[in-house]
């Protein structure tokens, strides 16, 4: 994913990101280092690809983690609601 880096002087600890037309971009302070913004900018991406995979569940996969959960904490005994 391409990355677009707006640093800031007015931002003092934080840093933002979001998504504009397919480009990452992250607003850290302007003091942070290259080398300090790297690990950060990976763990960003790593999160908005875990983000991304969610949403591109069908019902069938869906399905398959419902079932999952339930076998992991219901021991598959848990068919649905009770009266």
Avoid: C, W
């Amino acid at each position: 994913m391409q990355t677009r880096i707006i640093r800031s002087d007015r931002r003092a600890k934080t840093v933002s990101a979001r998504i504009v037309d397919g480009v990452l971009e992250v607003a850290p302070p302007a003091h942070l280092s290259d080398a300090e913004l790297q690990p950060i900018i990976a763990k960003l991406q790593a999160r908005l690809a875990r983000r991304a995979e969610r949403r591109s569940l069908d019902d069938d996969d869906l399905s398959e983690l419902a079932a999952r959960l339930n076998r992991r904490y219901f021991q598959g005994g848990f068919g649905g609601h009770r009266r």
